[in-house]
């Protein structure tokens, strides 16, 4: 019986080297000279230092382009909300989505039942696998999900004949 499983991954390589890239550029453009901006990748997720508000938006926006152009996905990322550090500093923490949790993979499940195609859905930790009969419906949920603008990106890896 056919089937593929609908995940939720982040490739933290890219994410590592769009974060480089964005301390890069901070740390030489002129308009961010002598700010002591930092952008750095933590076990937390990736954060953000500045001097001023308007530098650490700046600073927001060097890094969803890095991310944008190594194909990063924004929905991959949440937080980042701009918050006092002390010192006349501002800080901001994203975190990391890395894997489906067992809410959104319900939420998929439903949106997958739904549909009203002749497939199953079930749920193994952070992967849901969808089966079903003929490869056309499979196909189909396929479209489907890509078609939803779901608050995660959802890849589909692990199709089986």
């Known amino acids: 019986m056919p089937s593929f499983d609908v995940v939720s991954r982040v490739d933290l390589q890219e994410v590592r080297n769009a974060v480089d890239q964005a301390a890069r550029e901070t740390s030489t453009r002129y308009d961010f ?3 002591g901006t930092q952008v750095r990748l933590t076990d937390e ?10 530098r650490l938006k700046a600073a927001i926006e060097v890094l969803k382009e890095r991310l944008v152009h190594r194909k990063v996905s924004l929905k991959s990322i949440a937080g980042g909300a701009i918050q006092p550090a002390g010192g006349a ?8 989505n890395r ?7 319900r939420e998929v499940s439903k949106k997958i039942r739904d549909m009203g ?3 199953q859905a079930q749920i193994n930790a952070d992967v849901v696998r969808v089966s079903g009969k003929k490869r056309d419906e499979l196909q189909s949920v396929i479209a489907e999900l890509r078609g939803l603008d779901y608050r995660l990106p959802l890849q589909f890896v692990n199709y089986r004949d």
Do not use: N, P, Q, W
């Not at 990736?46 to 508000?53: G, K, V, W, Y």
């Not at 500093?89 to 990391?96: G, P």
């Not at 894997?99 to 993979?105: K, P």
């Open 45 to 54: 997720g990736i954060a953000l230092e500045s001097s001023t508000e308007d």
């Open 33 to 35: 000279k002598g700010t």
């Open 117 to 119: 195609i002749k497939v």
């Open 89 to 96: 500093r501002y800080k901001a923490l994203f975190i990391l």
């Open 99 to 105: 894997g489906l949790d067992s809410e959104a993979a």
